[in-house]
């Protein structure tokens, strides 16, 4: 009887010994090793990354745009689709089959052309590097180019920097008024229109090598504008939304505004502000 209670007794003292030995071993030792180790695994682990703000409609450009003429506008914009697709675009799409090196005459001809009205902005613009810049370019391909047919400019480093009659009106503070879609010629503005308009009088006004005066202006017309059809890939109605016309309308318009920025005086001031290093 004895020996049972003693042996369980031993029993259960060498069962309490070996779950305390099982405890010990299960806790960290410690030591200011095991401390560091484990201050260097809560560092090297990731912070908790807080929740993103939501997007409110401060951080997004307004959708509306000043669009008093939108019944002509939206006509205007159905009838440029139908004028593309069944007159514009297959003309376009037969030049497409011309030797490269030919579209690439004819494109270089016209740009060279422009060269003329950007060179007079540049000096309504008081931006005098342009201007000596494409005046430089003007100069090469009319001559080297023969007649701007080849780009030798660009090859020299002569980059192209166009700018137009509309880019001068915001240059001085014009604001480019409401949106309008012009017959044939697409989207644009008040301004923009006014512009366009001022562009071709400096042309008409120079009238290079008598290009613009004549029966020879209206077949120029005509080739430079499927030229520049053939160099855009825009379709119209391919997005495929029945809101094509809003979202035209407010890329157009977007694109307008920040190149105003650019332009303007104040614009370029705000933009330089809004790098410059906080405590400076």
Not at 15 to 25: D, E, L, Y
Not at 37 to 60: E, S
Not at 81 to 98: H, K, S, W
Not at 162 to 181: A, Q
Request: with cysteine.
């Amino acid at each position: 009887m004895k020996l049972r209670v003693l042996t369980s007794a031993l029993l259960g003292l060498l069962a309490g010994c070996a779950t305390q030995s099982f405890s010990m071993r299960t806790l960290p030792d410690e030591t200011p090793a095991a401390d560091n180790a484990r201050a260097v695994q809560r560092a090297a682990a990731p912070a908790p990354q807080p929740a993103a703000a939501p997007v409110t409609a401060a951080d997004a450009p307004p959708l509306t745009t000043y669009d008093p003429w939108e019944r002509f506008n939206r006509f205007s914009y159905r009838f440029n689709a139908r004028f593309d697709e069944n007159i514009l675009l297959p003309v376009a799409d037969q030049y497409r089959r011309l030797p490269g090196f030919i579209r690439a005459g004819v494109h270089n001809f016209f740009s060279n052309l422009s060269e003329v009205p950007t060179v007079l902005n540049d000096a309504l613009q008081l931006q005098a590097r342009n201007g000596a810049t494409n005046v430089g370019r003007f100069v090469i391909n009319t001559t080297l180019g023969i007649g701007g047919l080849f780009d030798f400019a660009t090859r020299l480093h002569l980059a192209r920097s166009p700018t137009t009659f509309g880019n001068t009106l915001s240059r001085w503070g014009v604001h480019p008024g409401p949106f309008l879609v012009l017959p044939i010629l697409g989207p644009s503005t008040l301004r923009e229109s006014v512009g366009m308009l001022g562009d071709y009088g400096m042309s008409y006004g120079v009238n290079v090598a008598d290009l613009y005066r004549g029966d020879q202006a209206y077949a120029l017309e005509v080739v430079d504008g499927v030229d520049t059809r053939a160099n855009v890939g825009f379709r119209y109605y391919a997005t495929g939304s029945p809101f094509e016309y809003e979202i035209i309308r407010f890329l157009y318009m977007r694109k307008t505004l920040l190149e105003d920025e650019t332009l303007h005086p104040q614009g370029r001031q705000k933009n330089a502000d809004r790098k410059e290093p906080a405590g400076r």
